[in-house]
């Protein structure tokens, strides 16, 4: 499987070495400094696991001068409308009580931000998402506040349960265990970061959460800070994997933070995974995948088990990048 292999960035490298020299020889210059930084990273997205179809959207967008923005909605809007991926979105995976509820949350280039949790009947939980950023003065809601100011906005009501989550619902009452399965995305998410054409960054974060969870679990997806963070001075980072672990250590602020100090993406990703396994006694039998990109267009991605990936789609192409990991299979 393609995921199973190790695929190294081989444009980290350049672009570390690239930056190195520009920033030495403009230090004097903001706005050179400035217009180079934009012409190394910009247009760029990348995304949690192998999702080509959302990361083509989002550049899509990108290269139509759009905003960062609008890539990572419009990216992200991909997956949560296609039934076959059973954890975002319409046909995720219900809770045991057999209600599809989502989670989501965005984050612009000005720190503004906005969130939904358990939310239902709303295929797009995301576009609600930057309408709580956008047209309220709070940065998340939940429940029924959330589903009842989505259909305020003219978001369309509809049924998230498709008939083969409702036919493995049953088959999963029959012993009701719960038990994450690795990489097979009972507990998965889509997370996405991109950088435009003005070098702005943004982000987005959407799941249907843990397969089976208990009604009203809310993982980090939808957390600020912990599925996803965007500094748009640094850049930005998100999540997938079992969201308890990531709340715990607030990973995607975290990996942010730590680029900030100097670390490189790829850096920032591997001690994000470290903070979890310190903690976590039992960490192999869960996962837990980060993937991060700085305002040179650095990107990294490390995570626990191997087999995660992430999509990165840039001029230089749209690729595939297994994700190195601390567990060898």
């Known amino acids: 499987m393609d995921r199973r292999k190790f695929i190294k960035n081989g444009g980290l490298g350049g672009a570390a070495l690239m930056g190195g020299a520009w920033a030495s020889s403009c230090k004097d210059d903001p706005q050179e400094m400035e217009n180079k930084t934009k012409s190394l990273s910009a247009p760029m997205v990348i995304a949690t696991w192998d999702v080509p179809n959302a990361t083509a959207k989002a550049y899509e967008v990108l290269e139509g001068e759009g905003s960062a923005l609008d890539a990572v909605e419009q990216g992200v809007m991909v997956e949560e409308a296609d039934v076959n991926n059973q954890s975002v979105g319409k046909g995720g995976r219900p809770d045991r009580d057999g209600h599809v509820t989502l989670d989501a949350c965005i984050m612009d280039k000005d720190s503004r931000c906005g969130a939904v949790v358990y939310l239902k009947d709303v295929v797009h939980a995301v576009s609600v998402a930057r309408k709580v950023m956008e047209e309220t003065p709070h940065v998340l809601l939940a429940g029924e506040g959330a589903r009842k100011f989505a259909l305020e906005m003219g978001f369309p009501e509809e049924n998230l349960l498709t008939e083969k989550s409702r036919q493995e619902w049953l088959e999963w009452k029959?012993?009701?265990?719960?038990?994450?399965?690795?990489?097979?995305?009972?507990?998965?998410?889509?997370?996405?970061?991109?950088?435009?054409?003005?070098?702005?960054?943004?982000?987005?974060?959407?799941?249907?959460?843990?397969?089976?969870?208990?009604?009203?679990?809310?993982?980090?997806?939808?957390?600020?800070?912990?599925?996803?963070?965007?500094?748009?001075?640094?850049?930005?980072?998100?999540?997938?994997?079992?969201?308890?672990?990531?709340?715990?250590?607030?990973?995607?602020?975290?990996?942010?933070?730590?680029?900030?100090?100097?670390?490189?993406?790829?850096?920032?990703?591997?001690?994000?995974v470290r903070r979890i396994i310190a903690k976590k006694e039992n960490y192999r039998d869960i996962q837990i995948g980060f993937i991060a990109v700085n305002k040179a267009g650095e990107t990294g991605a490390y995570c626990i088990h191997p087999g995660f990936s992430y999509r990165k789609f840039s001029e230089r192409g749209h690729e595939n990048i297994p994700a190195p990991s601390y567990l060898q299979s």
């Open 174 to 272: 029959k012993t009701s265990k719960y038990e994450p399965v690795i990489n097979i995305e009972n507990h998965d998410t889509i997370g996405m970061l991109a950088i435009d054409s003005n070098g702005d960054i943004a982000g987005a974060c959407t799941t249907s959460g843990m397969a089976y969870k208990m009604a009203g679990r809310v993982g980090d997806s939808p957390i600020i800070g912990a599925g996803l963070f965007v500094d748009n001075e640094i850049g930005g980072a998100t999540a997938t994997g079992m969201g308890e672990e990531v709340v715990r250590t607030v990973g995607s602020f975290l990996i942010v933070e730590l680029m900030r100090q100097g670390k490189s993406p790829q850096e920032a990703c591997e001690e994000g």
